[in-house]
């Protein structure tokens, strides 16, 4: 069985600082791994994915996961925070075997201060 | 470009009252997917359907039902509303193949507050 944890269900930031949200998965066999985003009153929406091949991956508005299978890790990452990421953050991942399923992590939210 | 709509968007129910939430896509997608979302718990499996005519439970199935009769819609339904169904419910679809995997395309959301 799939599970995703996220470490930390707020985290704030000054703008202009790093982002780093962190994500952990098991897995009987290498997943899928996906972040999404959900803006308030919003539903979500896909940042970024990995399913295969290069393991850092890059995403919409700067924001960027590196696969680390012996860590079983995707932590995502931004250089420098902006006003406008501030936004809950979502960890997923479905197993190759079984399309059928997503997993979603707890969420974490990010603040970010001026 | 309307992508994944559902509706209502905000219900107020008594408990045991009974209502249905309808989500429609427009994307030929075959499959769709109800969660719920709770403070804390992210989202939910509640129901999920690989195609018209099918579906199968997800992670917290007891107290809804669903229905996929048309490949575009899918409803889901609570036949004696509890106050533990409050929540915010999201509707999504994807065309999952393994060339193709994984993106949810998702609703904006129904909130449903159980009295």
């Known amino acids: ?114 | 470009n309307a992508g994944v709509t559902q509706t209502p968007k905000f219900r107020v129910l008594k408990t045991g009252q009974s209502m249905t939430l309808l989500c429609a896509q427009d994307m030929n997608h075959e499959y769709m997917y109800w969660y719920r979302q709770d403070p804390g718990m992210g989202l939910r499996l509640i129901h999920y359907s690989v195609g018209e005519g099918t579906t199968a439970k997800g992670e917290v199935p007891d107290g809804y039902n669903v229905s996929r009769l048309k490949k575009q819609n899918f409803l889901l339904g609570l036949e004696s509303a509890a106050p533990s169904q409050t929540s915010v419910y999201f509707c999504a679809s994807s065309l999952l193949t393994r060339a193709n995997t994984g993106e949810l395309f998702f609703g904006e959301g129904s909130r449903l507050t159980v009295l």
């Open chain 1, 1 to 114: 069985a799939q599970s995703v944890t996220q470490l930390g269900s707020h985290v704030s930031v000054s703008e202009g600082a790093l982002v780093l949200l962190r994500c952990n998965y098991s897995s009987s066999v290498p997943p899928y791994l996906f972040w999404y985003v959900q803006y308030p009153n919003q539903g979500l929406q896909l940042l970024l994915k990995y399913t295969t091949g290069a393991t850092l991956v890059k995403g919409i508005n700067g924001f960027e996961a590196e696969f680390k299978k012996s860590e079983t890790s995707f932590h995502l990452t931004k250089p420098s925070a902006h006003m406008s990421d501030a936004a809950e953050y979502f960890c997923a991942v479905i197993s190759p075997e079984n399309f059928n399923k997503f997993y979603f992590g707890s969420g974490t939210k990010l603040n970010v201060k001026p």
